[in-house]
């Protein structure tokens, strides 16, 4: 794999750091939240006495720093449900206590601002011997992209609701599996969109992210795993994820799209093993500049 992981937080560290970075983690969902939420993620400002005890942490909450050919991406996989839940209310609802759909099992968020980010250039600032912050500030914060920061967040479970007894691994394997698999699928669309922002095919970024996400989970590339995840078989459509990235007129013809993807995931597949070694987002780089496919 060509991926690292050289930053490494687990349990409730993970939430504890986040929240020095984002401080509107500290402002627990509710009605009439907003302003709150307003002057955490837009000042930094936060209410004495704030506290984080509307996340119940795990042992098993990771915060990773994942090396991609397109710089570094940051990733939160939150075990409870709840917290992932509640993380998606605050940072992407504002903390409003909107319902949070079972469907979603990850998202990533673009231009957050990282007061992380703004107390490391004020203390370098201060060091170096700077008196008026407010001018400095200013003008970096000028600057495109000044103190803003991408967000991956997953939560737990097995990946594309597919259940371990239909895959080749254990309830344990799987879910660790799952976990790897989610966080380097992320990280795939993260490096086609810094790198390829303007080439976008729903259906060819989906197979090749789990591509990417297959072999950095496990090392390998099974076709038919990934054949389950989309629900496409030789025959046509069994019920997967394929529906979510099909237009009107795709869908009508379903059948005839998953029994002509199902074949092309066969071919990646032979083409992986004809080939040794692979890079994993070297790979998938190399896919998205020869599709196999138009969708």
Known sequence: MDERTDERLCGKAVIEALAKRFPQLYVAPAEGAQEAHRLASGRGVVVEGASLDHFVSSDADELVVVQTPAGPVDVVCLANRDDFETFLQIVGHKSSPVPIARTVGAITYRGLADWGKVHAAYESYVARGGDDWPSEFGGLAREPGAFRTELVVISEGPYSNVPASETPYDEEDWLRISRGIRLHHECAHVVCRR?????????????????????????????????????????????????????????VHIDAVAADLYGKLGEIERDLEGGG???????????????????
């Not at 070694?277 to 969708?295: G, H, S, V």
Request: aromatic share 10%; charged share 25%.
């Open 195 to 251: 790198l390829m922002p303007d080439d976008v095919l729903p259906v060819w970024d989906e197979v090749t992210a789990d591509v990417t996400g297959l072999l950095c989970a496990t090392g390998t590339y099974d076709a038919a795993l990934a054949a389950r995840f989309l629900g496409v078989t030789a025959r046509g459509f069994e019920g997967g994820r394929l529906t979510e990235y099909l237009d009107d007129e795709q869908t």
């Open 277 to 295: 070694e692979c890079a994993p987002f070297d790979y998938l780089l190399e896919l998205k500049r020869n599709p196999l496919i138009d969708f």
